[in-house]
C-alpha cells in the first residue's frame, strides 16, 4: 500500500531502527514509546487488521512476537510486558497495517489501553535496539 507508513518503513523508505527481519515479518523499534524496549512486529504484506489477516500470516507473526519479547524482557528487564494488538479506530489503533505491541510495563506506571503517542528520544530509543539485538542475537530461537 503506497500510502501506507509500515509499508515504507519495510520497504526502506523511510527509516527505522529495525531489530529483526525474516521473509515475511519485520520487527522495530516504536518512535512514541510508552516505556524502553517499546517494539512493535508487522508482516511485510499489508493487512489493515486482524480481520483481514489470514491464518498463516498470523502465525508467522507469533514466534517473533515470543522472540522479541524474550529479547525485551532480557536486554531491559521491564517490571512486566504486554503484548497489545489493537483494530480499529476505537480500540486505539492509529496505523492500519496489523501490528503487535511488545509493551514494557513498569510497576505502577497504571498506563491505559489508549496510552497516547509521546515522541520518545532518538538516541535513547537507539541505545535500546543495540540492547534487544544483542539479547536477539544470544536467544538462538
Ligand atoms: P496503534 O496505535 O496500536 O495503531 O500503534 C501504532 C504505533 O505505531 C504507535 O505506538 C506509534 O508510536 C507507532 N509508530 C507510528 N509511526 C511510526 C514510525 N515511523 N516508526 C515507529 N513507530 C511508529
Ligand atoms: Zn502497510
Redesign the pocket.
Known sequence: MSDC??CK?VAGE?P??KLYEDDEVFS??????LHDG?C?IIPKAHYPNIFEAPGDVLAKLMPVVGRMARAVNAALSPDGINI???NGEAA?????HI?F?VLPRAMGDDAKINWG?RPGDMDRIAANADKIRAALAADGA
Open positions: 507508513i509500515f518503513i523511510i527505522s531502527f522495530f523499534m516504536d518512535i512514541n514509546p517499546h512493535l497489545m494488538q489493537a486505539g489503533q492509529s496505523v492500519f501490528h505491541h503517542l
